[in-house]
C-alpha cells in the first residue's frame, strides 16, 4: 500500500481510539468513613470532597433503591468520583451508577433526583459489583481517558448507585442534618427519592464523596475530520494513478 495512504489511515484510526468509550473500572480500598480522599485519582485530581462523621444507611428495598450525590460542573473533564461504603451482602451483587446532566437548574433539592426517569440526560450508566465483606471501604469509579465527561461550569449534576433487588449494601452519609456543599445535596429512596429521614424529617444531608477532575483532553474540530477525509481521497487516487 502506498506510503502516505498508510499513515493517513493510522492517523484517523488514532482518532477513533481517541473517541472510543471504554469501561467505567471500579475499585476499592479498606478505610474508615474519616480518612482523606487521595489528592488525584484516575488521572484527575480532587475537585470536591466531602469526609467526616459518618452515620450508615442501609439499602436493603424489595425493588431498586437509589442513593448519591449532586453538583455543579467545573468545566474540566470527570476523571474519577469516590463514595464510602462496606459490601454489606454475603456474596457480590450487581449495581448500576448513573451520571445525570440537569442542565442550569440547581442545586438539585428534589425528590426526583438521582433517578434516571426523571428529566434529565444520562451522560453515564455503568454496573459494577459490590458485597462479600463488611468492612468500610473507599470505593472509587475511574473515568479517564476516552470514558471522561466534560462537566459544563453553568450546569447541574447528579451521580447515583441504584442498588439491585434484596440489596443490603450500607452506605455512608455526612453526620450534619443540613448539606455542606453549597451547590449538591444527599438523599436516598425507592422509585422516587426521599429526603434522607437520617438528617431529620425533611432534610438533606450530604453522601461522603469525592469528585475528581482534569483539563478534558483536545477534541478534533468537524474541519479536522474534514481535512483528514480530504487527504485520504488525495491518497487513495495517488495510489490508483501509480498502479495504472
Known amino acids: 500500500m502506498n506510503r502516505k495512504l498508510s499513515s493517513t489511515l493510522a492517523a484517523v484510526l488514532c482518532l477513533s481510539a481517541l473517541n472510543a468509550r471504554a469501561a467505567v473500572s471500579f475499585s476499592q480500598v479498606d478505610a474508615t468513613d474519616t480518612t482523606a480522599w487521595t489528592a488525584s485519582f484516575g488521572g484527575g485530581n480532587l475537585a470536591v470532597s466531602m469526609v467526616g462523621s459518618s452515620v450508615a444507611m442501609t439499602v436493603a428495598n424489595p425493588g431498586s433503591g437509589y442513593f448519591g450525590q449532586s453538583f455543579k460542573g467545573d468545566g474540566q473533564a470527570i476523571e474519577g468520583w469516590g463514595f464510602f461504603g462496606n459490601g454489606g451482602n454475603s456474596s457480590a451483587l450487581t449495581y448500576t451508577i448513573t451520571l ?93 427519592l426521599s429526603p434522607d429521614t437520617f438528617a431529620g424529617t425533611g432534610a438533606l444531608r450530604d453522601t461522603i464523596f469525592a469528585l475528581y477532575t482534569a483539563p478534558a483532553a483536545a477534541v478534533p474540530e468537524p474541519s479536522t475530520y474534514a481535512a483528514i477525509s480530504g487527504l485520504l481521497v488525495a491518497a487513495f487516487a495517488a495510489s490508483r494513478r501509480k498502479r495504472s
Open 100 to 192: 445525570l446532566d440537569y442542565g442550569t437548574s440547581g442545586p438539585i433539592d428534589t425528590y426526583s433526583e438521582f433517578n434516571p426517569a426523571t428529566a434529565a440526560t444520562t451522560l453515564v450508566a455503568a454496573t459494577f459489583s459490590l458485597g462479600g465483606s463488611s468492612g468500610k471501604k473507599q470505593m472509587f469509579f475511574d473515568f479517564s481517558g476516552s470514558d471522561a465527561v466534560t462537566l459544563s461550569s453553568t450546569h447541574y449534576y447528579s451521580m447515583s448507585i441504584i442498588s439491585p433487588s434484596g440489596s443490603s449494601a450500607t452506605f455512608h452519609r455526612l453526620g450534619a442534618g443540613a448539606s455542606t456543599y453549597a451547590d449538591g445535596t444527599g438523599a436516598y429512596g425507592n422509585g422516587v
